[in-house]
């Protein structure tokens, strides 16, 4: 070292010492996850029709006080969410068009205050279908979610798979690029009060909210400490993920106590966005991509993870891989690199089953109809909440690339495989 960098080092040692100590410091924080997002607050209510738009404002004045609370407490809130009772229930005694016109004027009013809308399912039992040609006229004509049940305690609705199957093929024909088939999920066993559309639903009084996450870019800062070993994985997220999950419910409880809403429980399943990745974080743990060997234990281990969590939980608790909504999954599905049999099988150790499945457009309802059949099957054999949200395009073959659009920025769009 020179006489001159000696005198310059012991002239500005206290501001190296402060520079290194910052640097350290800057390091440090590099090993802290960043925090999840909060994904959706969902109030759940039972509207009349008469009285609904005072009931929407008084629901939108405790999640807008939620929303507040929580980013208050260091978490960003992305969307707050209302989900009705079952739409059947409340358009009984009206005709088609007064009923359509009901859900413009609820739509219109989503729009204008900024939350999203869900109706619930069209058919909670196999024999009643009367509501499912109205179900995908409301799906054509607004932004509402809504789904069917197509398993649960009594069994596989095989009735409610056909319905299923017709609608998305209706929606195809019938919306701009089929994107509306994106408001639309065939649910089985997705419990009360799941915080995530399009399955969300209740059918009780209402006056209850919960909260879902989003938490890609999460798992993956926590699988960067783990070194691919699984139990450190397994060990890491799930404490972790338990810190934010005390957070959260303190919060939320409060809510409770100031707003007189109950609260129902927290759906820590990570779900992606296109900065947020998923499927980044699986291929942080495996060292290789997606849908090669190691995804289904990376599955079974945030899943595990997300279910060992010391708070009341809601919803699915597991993990959703959407391949339209996250662009590590939308890059190996184009590639070819999983396909939907990868998918159900990774749904026999997660969750949320078939997420946003793009399908070429000559898809026919009876391809559907297996699709969903096994979704249900599955779904029946672990009574465990799986749904199939399926996507087809609209005059697109295998090999062609998809031109969706969502209305949602970054939402990728993936070359199209061919069917089994």
């Known amino acids: 070292m020179t006489k001159r960098l000696i005198k310059f080092v012991a002239f500005r040692g206290p501001f190296i010492l402060i520079l290194l100590v910052g640097c350290a410091a800057t390091l440090l924080a590099s090993d802290v996850p960043r925090k999840p997002k909060v994904r959706a607050i969902t109030a759940f209510i039972s509207i009349d029709r008469s009285t609904y738009a005072g009931q929407i404002q008084d629901t939108l004045a405790m999640l807008r006080k939620a929303k507040s609370a929580f980013e208050k407490g260091g978490y960003e809130v992305q969307t707050i969410r209302i989900t009705t009772q079952p739409f059947p229930q409340y358009t009984r005694g009206i005709t088609k068009a007064e009923a359509l016109e009901f859900f413009k004027k609820l739509d219109d009013l989503s729009k204008k205050e900024s939350f999203l ?19 995908a006229d409301i799906l054509v004509t607004t932004d509402i979610n809504t789904s069917l049940v197509i398993a649960a305690d009594d069994g596989i609705h095989w009735n409610a798979i056909r319905a299923a199957a017709k609608t ?58 783990s070194h691919g070993d699984p139990r450190m994985a397994r060990e890491l997220l799930s404490r972790k993920l338990a810190e934010n999950a005390r957070s959260l419910e303190a919060i939320a409880l409060q809510v409770e106590k100031d707003s007189g809403w109950s609260y129902m429980g927290l759906d820590a399943t990570p779900a992606p966005g296109p900065d947020s990745s998923i499927g980044a974080a699986i291929q942080q743990f495996t060292g290789t991509k997606f849908g090669f060997s190691g995804t289904l234990t990376a599955a079974a281990i945030i899943t595990d993870a997300v279910r060992s969590i010391p ?110």
């Open 117 to 135: 809308a869900n109706v619930g399912p069209a058919m909670l039992n196999d024999q009643d279908d009367s509501a499912v040609d109205l179900l």
């Open 311 to 420: 708070v009341k939980r809601v919803g699915y608790s597991g993990l959703m891989l959407p391949p339209l909504e996250d662009p590590v999954l939308a890059q190996g599905w184009s590639e070819r690199n999983y396909n939907i049999d990868s998918l159900v099988a990774y749904s026999a150790v997660c969750g949320a089953g078939l997420d946003t499945i793009p399908l070429p457009g000559d898809v026919s309802q009876q391809q559907l109809e297996r699709i969903i059949g096994d979704v249900a099957s599955l779904a029946l054999k672990w009574h465990k909440p799986l749904a199939a949200r399926l996507i087809p395009a609209p005059r697109k073959k295998a090999g062609e690339r998809t031109d969706f659009n969502f209305g949602i920025p970054g939402f990728p769009n993936v070359i199209l495989q061919p069917l089994l």
């Open 168 to 225: 998305i093929k209706y929606v195809e024909d019938h919306s701009a690029n089929g994107a509306r088939n994106f408001d639309f999920a065939a649910a089985a066993f997705v419990p009360p009060y799941t915080p995530f559309f399009p399955a969300s639903n209740h059918n009780g009084h209402g006056h209850q909210f919960s909260v879902g996450l989003e938490a890609g870019a999460f798992v993956a800062d926590v699988f960067t400490g």
